[in-house]
């Protein structure tokens, strides 16, 4: 940008900043949400759980079925990003 670019789009910078850091905390909200490690840990907790007898198989199934739900999502969006 020229110095008489900067000059005139002065007062618009601190909209572009809070649009830079609006920018960074969606990005940051999508990196979690389709993390698959929490996931995959529920999973696994939620195994233990049903060989441990805190929970019963009706409960698993379901909970099961959700989770894995979840793992398609994520593997899905991973697919369109390229990731």
Known sequence: MGLLTQILTFPLAPVRGTLWVLERVVETAENEYY???PVE???ADLEKAL???????ET??????ELLD???EIRAH??????
Do not use: K
């Open 78 to 83: 991973a697919q369109q990003t390229g990731q």
């Open 35 to 37: 993390d698959p490690a």
């Open 51 to 57: 060989l441990a007898g805190q929970i019963d198989e």
């Open 60 to 65: 698993f199934d379901r909970r099961e079925d």
């Open 70 to 72: 979840r793992l398609d």
């Open 41 to 43: 840990r529920e999973l």
